[in-house]
């Protein structure tokens, strides 16, 4: 198993909903990543997980909470979320520092 | 702070034609890794190549190679008779160490659009 799975495909969600994004990865890597892609812009790196404890966030706001339950898996969690937050997140894992990261499909997210 | 420009925004090509793709990096480690990726408009996105900082060796894989000089801090990417397929974005990072764990500096893209 060679891939990456992020669900769901899209998600529109209001203001004050709560959501998760989940992601998943059976390669035994131990790094998984989240980014955020707004159109026309290269993918902007949110958080690291490394060994499943949070090693990097990139000063990413409270509204949004990462989650590694183990090593396969990767939430990240969605609560009062602002229009401008609406991109496409990418979920992404490594086996190792400078090793090629995988990434999954993406979730298209709508914040209305 | 490690740096890759991607200069070319947007390239059109007819079908056949070669078409490179530049990168130019900044970065004051030694030990560093580049990657090409490329992201069709589906989105996703799909590991080209990667390329360590010691091994300046270019590299072919079918229609595509890569041009790694160290001495112009470049990691140029060539298509080689260019199907419509390979219109996409391609992005150009660089491995930055960050503690015990490490991120992407991904250049800006370059969009990539092959005419039939």
């Known amino acids: 198993d060679t891939e990456v799975t992020q669900t769901p495909k899209h998600l529109v969600m209001g203001m004050t909903n709560k959501k998760s994004l989940k992601c998943e990865q059976h390669?035994?890597?131990?790094?998984m990543y989240w980014y955020k892609q707004k159109a026309k812009k290269p993918p902007e790196l949110m958080f690291v997980?490394?060994?499943?404890?949070?090693?990097i966030n990139e000063s990413v706001p409270s509204r949004f909470s990462p989650e590694c339950p183990n090593s396969s898996l990767l939430n990240l969690h969605l609560h009062a979320l602002q229009p401008e937050d609406s991109a496409l997140y990418l979920c992404a894992s490594s086996l190792r520092r400078g090793n090629e990261q995988f990434f999954g499909p993406g979730t298209r997210l709508t914040v209305l | 702070a490690q740096k890759v420009t991607q200069a070319q925004t947007e390239i059109s090509v007819v079908e056949k034609e070669d078409v490179t793709l530049d990168c130019v990096y900044e970065t004051r480690d030694t030990t560093y890794y580049l990657f090409w990726y490329k992201q069709p408009p589906s989105g996703e996105l799909v590991f080209l190549i990667r390329?360590?900082?010691?091994?300046?060796q270019n590299e072919i894989s079918g229609r595509y190679s890569w041009n790694f000089q160290k001495s112009t801090s470049s990691f140029n990417f060539t298509i080689t008779a260019s199907q419509v397929v390979d219109s996409a974005v391609y992005f150009c990072?660089?491995?930055?160490?960050?503690?015990?764990?490490?991120?992407?500096?991904f250049g800006k893209g370059t969009k990539l659009t092959v005419n039939p």
């Open positions: 390329r360590n900082s010691f091994d300046e």
């Open positions: 990072a660089l491995s930055e160490a960050f503690g015990g764990s490490e991120k992407l500096v």
């Open positions: 390669m035994g890597h131990r790094a």
């Open positions: 997980y490394s060994y499943e404890k949070l090693s």
